[in-house]
Nanobody, 116 residues
Framework: QLQLVESGGGLVQAGGSLSLSCVVS????????MGWYRQAPGKQRELVAI???????NYADSVKGRFTISRNNAKNTMSLQMNSLKPEDTAVYYC??????????WGQGTQVTVSS
């Protein structure tokens, strides 16, 4: 079992920055890739960025060049640095851990609101 806890959301003006963090506890050794997802009101949850156990990253086109995902395996943490934020980035952001045996674990989510 894994437990994921996000922090760092909040309210920011367009063009500003926020940094999200995810702390992972539990059976850490089984984690393959980790990622950030978001869900805006009335929309489906969507991928923001993922990072594998060896540090390979992938980003949604909408955030490329603005967001940076990172992972510290020694500290069991993952971060998302978000720069040049836009109102359309407003959503609840979720931390995800995907294990080698196919299980997915989610955090409780953290609200990010970008005002215009």
């Amino acid at each position: 079992q894994l437990q994921l806890v996000e922090s760092g959301g909040g309210l920011v003006q367009a063009g500003g920055s926020l940094s999200l963090s995810c702390v992972v506890s539990g059976t850490i050794f089984g984690i393959n890739r980790m990622g950030w997802y978001r869900q805006a009101p009335g929309k489906q949850r969507e991928l923001v960025a993922i990072i594998t156990s060896v540090g390979t990253t992938n980003y949604a086109d909408s955030v490329k060049g603005r967001f940076t995902i990172s992972r510290n395996n020694a500290k069991n943490t993952m971060s998302l640095q978000m720069n040049s934020l836009k109102p359309e980035d407003t959503a609840v952001y979720y931390c995800n851990a995907h294990t080698y045996y196919g299980a997915d674990y989610w955090g409780q989510g953290t609200q990010v609101t970008v005002s215009s």
